[in-house]
């Protein structure tokens, strides 16, 4: 894979919701247009969201530590709180300086709608597993996409995730 840099980790749920958009039109209002959809789709128990919530097997070993769960939907980290469209799920990325905030679940489409107000009002996920770490290593049975930022990449089965430089931007008044 090479060193990428990134704000935004993802694979599962985070990716695949990155590729559905990518394959159709984009903006803003597709973007708006796909998570309005979810939540229907996530009622009515079919369509696209489900395959965006597809469980894939996989080990975490997050600072040297591995987690106990084996099945999730979605394993994704955060250098800042911010996920866009006004969710905020990394509520803990500048908790500690050289840090991330890294955030894995097995949510069920229901199950995610669910922490929607959660994420709206920035108060972190309540049913996932979290942490605050420096290197989190994935290790997955099947190849996976994953996502940086906006973008997504090519299918792989293991991802290290480890936290870069601090950057610090000007901006002239």
Same mark, same amino acid.
């Given at each position: 894979?090479?060193?990428?840099?990134?704000?935004? %980790?993802?694979?599962?749920?985070?990716?695949?919701?990155? @590729?559905?958009?990518? @394959?159709?039109?984009?903006?803003?209002?597709?973007?708006?247009?796909?998570?309005?959809?979810?939540?229907?789709?996530?009622?009515?128990?079919?369509?696209?969201?489900?395959?965006?919530? @597809?469980?894939?097997?996989?080990?975490?070993?997050?600072?040297?530590?591995?987690?106990?769960?084996?099945?999730?939907?979605?394993?994704?980290?955060?250098?800042?709180?911010?996920?866009?469209?006004?969710?905020?799920?990394?509520?803990?990325?500048?908790?500690?300086?050289?840090?991330?905030?890294?955030?894995?679940?097995?949510?069920?489409?229901?199950?995610?709608?669910?922490?929607?107000?959660?994420?709206?009002?920035?108060?972190?996920?309540?049913?996932?597993?979290?942490?605050?770490?420096?290197?989190?290593?994935?290790?997955?049975?099947?190849?996976?996409?994953?996502?940086?930022?906006?973008?997504?990449? @090519?299918?792989?089965?293991? %991802?290290?995730?480890?936290?870069?430089?601090?950057?610090?931007?000007?901006?002239?008044?």
């Amino acid at each position: 894979m090479g060193d990428r840099h990134a704000l935004l %980790f993802g694979i599962g749920l985070f990716a695949r919701f990155l @590729e559905t958009y990518a @394959e159709g039109r984009r903006g803003l209002g597709a973007a708006l247009a796909l998570l309005g959809r979810a939540p229907v789709d996530a009622l009515r128990g079919k369509g696209v969201v489900h395959r965006w919530f @597809e469980p894939f097997d996989a080990v975490l070993h997050v600072d040297g530590v591995r987690w106990p769960q084996d099945r999730w939907t979605n394993v994704s980290a955060g250098g800042i709180p911010d996920l866009g469209f006004g969710l905020r799920p990394y509520t803990r990325a500048f908790e500690r300086r050289g840090h991330f905030h890294v955030i894995a679940h097995a949510l069920s489409p229901l199950g995610a709608l669910a922490e929607l107000p959660r994420l709206r009002m920035g108060l972190g996920m309540k049913d996932v597993v979290q942490s605050v770490a420096q290197r989190v290593v994935i290790e997955t049975a099947r190849p996976m996409i994953h996502a940086l930022d906006g973008d997504v990449f @090519e299918a792989q089965t293991r %991802f290290e995730v480890r936290a870069g430089p601090l950057v610090r931007f000007l901006v002239p008044w």
